[in-house]
């Protein structure tokens, strides 16, 4: 079983820049999509961006489309989430999520097993 974890939150002002990382325990999971998810105080929990197995294909939500970037290192068992021109409404718990091994996925959070315990990002104006 693997079991994601998140690092890199912190504080930014508007405008800045942070990179998340998601490092994998246990097993790799280089043969299953991750994807990264947030949530904001009072809201549900909302797909960001996912990256296929090989680094090759990659989505992003309308929100974050040209500031964030997803990429990941296989060799090293690590995706990033790359953060750019941040805007206060960026502000949440940012979660990595991975799929079973060769799993199928979407933007829906149903099709990710594995959760990390979520990496705090704060935008202030």
């Known amino acids: 079983q693997v079991q994601p974890v998140e690092s890199g939150g912190g504080l930014v002002q508007a405008g800045g820049s942070l990179r998340l990382s998601c490092a994998a325990s246990?097993?790799?999971?280089?043969?299953?999509?991750i994807a990264w998810f947030r949530q904001a105080a009072g809201k549900e929990r909302e797909f960001v961006a996912r990256?296929?197995?090989?680094?090759?294909?990659?989505y992003y939500s309308d929100s974050v489309k040209g500031r964030f970037t997803i990429s990941r290192d296989n060799a090293d068992n690590t995706v990033y989430l790359q953060m750019a021109s941040l805007k206060p409404e960026d502000t949440a718990v940012y979660y990595c999520?991975?799929?079973?091994?060769?799993?199928?996925?979407?933007?829906?959070?149903?099709?990710?097993?594995?959760w990390g315990q979520g990496t705090q990002v704060t935008v202030s104006s």
């Open positions: 246990g097993r790799t999971f280089s043969n299953s999509v």
């Open positions: 999520a991975a799929t079973p091994p060769y799993g199928v996925s979407g933007p829906s959070s149903r099709y990710y097993t594995y």
């Open positions: 990256i296929s197995w090989t680094g090759g294909i990659t």
